[in-house]
C-alpha cells in the first residue's frame, strides 16, 4: 500500500501528556496543541521523504526502509534510527519513542508513538 500523499491532522488524543514526557518547553505545547500539522509522504520504492509542518516549524526527514538514517525529532534532536515497513506499517524507533504510522484506509492515516507508556495517537485525512 503506497503512504505517498498529503495528509493534514484531523483529531488527536494525549498531546500534552505526550509532549510533557518528551521535554517540549510548556509555551510550545500550548502553542501546538491547536494546530492542524500537515504531513507529507513522497515515496519512491523503499526511498521516503516525510515533510511535517506545524505551524511555522518544518521537519524534513529522509529514509531508506531497513537502512539507519538522520532523522529529526519533534524536539528538534537528529537521531539515527531504522525505518521498517511491517504489515503495511511504517515503525521506528527513536530515543525511547515508538512510533507506528499505517494507513487506515485510501485517506486515512494513523500514527501512534508511544513513549514511557503514554499514547498519543494522531488521525491524519488525505488533502
Request: no cysteine.
Amino acid at each position: 500500500m503506497a503512504f505517498a500523499g498529503k495528509y493534514q491532522l484531523e483529531s488527536h488524543e494525549n498531546f500534552v501528556p505526550f509532549m510533557k514526557a518528551i521535554g517540549l518547553p510548556d509555551d510550545l505545547i500550548e502553542k501546538g496543541k491547536d494546530i492542524k500539522s500537515v504531513s507529507e509522504i513522497e515515496q519512491n520504492g523503499d526511498d521516503f521523504k516525510v515533510t511535517l509542518t506545524t505551524g511555522p516549524k518544518v521537519i524534513i526527514n529522509t529514509f531508506t526502509l531497513g537502512q539507519e538514517s538522520e532523522l529529526e525529532s519533534l524536539t528538534g534532536e537528529k537521531v539515527k534510527a531504522v525505518v521498517r515497513l511491517e504489515d503495511n506499517k511504517l515503525k521506528v524507533s527513536m530515543k525511547g519513542i515508538e512510533s507506528v504510522t499505517e494507513l487506515v484506509d485510501a485517506n486515512t492515516i494513523m500514527n501512534t508513538m508511544t513513549v514511557a507508556g503514554i499514547v498519543y495517537k494522531r488521525i491524519s485525512k488525505r488533502v
